[in-house]
Nanobody, 127 residues
Framework: QVEMVASGGGSVQAGGSLRLSCVATHPWFSSTCAGWSRQVPGREREGGATIDSRGVTDHADSVKGRVTISRDNAKNMLYLQINALKPEDTAMYYC?????????????????????WGQGTQVTVSS
């Protein structure tokens, strides 16, 4: 089984920052494309950022400049640093992983192929 458990969300005022974490249970995590997505109830899932096994990253235009995705393969961890949070960033944030797909196959356009997007962490941004 592949499990990605997200944490680190919370309630923050606009302009604040959060560092989301995700731990992977599968030992081959270091060889995978991984990423973060978010979803608001009633809306489609939105891709945020991706990172391939070599550390090459990509981001959605809506968050580029405010988000840094990173990974620590020794700890099987995936991270998302979000700065300058806006109320429209309020959503459930999910982490996912895929196959050994180096860029361009791990670009943000491919984020919806990742998963399993099981349990997210809630980010709530107030004005």
């Amino acid at each position: 089984q592949v499990e990605m458990v997200a944490s680190g969300g919370g309630s923050v005022q606009a302009g604040g920052s959060l560092r989301l974490s995700c731990v992977a249970t599968h030992p081959w995590f270091s060889s995978t494309c991984a990423g973060w997505s978010r979803q608001v109830p009633g809306r489609e899932r939105e891709g945020g950022a991706t990172i391939d096994s070599r550390g090459v990253t990509d981001h959605a235009d809506s968050v580029k400049g405010r988000v840094t995705i990173s990974r620590d393969n020794a700890k099987n961890m995936l991270y998302l640093q979000i700065n300058a949070l806006k109320p429209e960033d309020t959503a459930m944030y999910y982490c996912g992983t895929g196959g050994d797909a180096p860029f361009p196959y791990c670009a943000i356009a491919a984020v919806q192929t990742l998963g399993p997007w099981g349990q997210g962490t809630q980010v709530t941004v107030s004005s």
